[in-house]
């Protein structure tokens, strides 16, 4: 009984936008709305996707970016209101899902493989 109640609000009620797809490994811009008291912007965060998790309306993707010599990680859901988009910059060689590793490496070691895209 519970699970489908959870399931007829998540088909229902909760709003999912159509993202690229895209998975760990690759780089990614993602615009989101930020609000500061009354204003509000869009702020651009841009790294390397470390994980996609989750299905349906709880799917989430984390990003990392080096931010002043520091690594950042954001969790963004896919069903957020304030994720406006997702721009795929570079995809990404990796072997695996999660590529959690990549928090120990530093400098060239952190470099991702560039996957080629044939054109024709």
Known sequence: MKKELIQYVEDNFVE???F???KAG??????YR?????????????????QVGGHGA??????RKISGGIGVERVFPFASPFVSDIVIN????V???????LRALTGKKARIKERRMNKA
């Open 16 to 18: 999912v936008k159509q």
């Open 20 to 22: 690229p797809t895209f």
């Open 26 to 31: 690759d780089t990614v811009t993602v615009a």
């Open 34 to 50: 930020i609000v500061e008291g009354a204003k509000e912007r869009i702020q651009q965060f841009q790294g390397v996707v470390l």
């Open 58 to 63: 709880t799917k989430t993707f984390t990003v």
């Open 90 to 93: 570079k995809r990404g060689v």
């Open 95 to 101: 072997r695996r899902a999660r590529i959690y590793y």
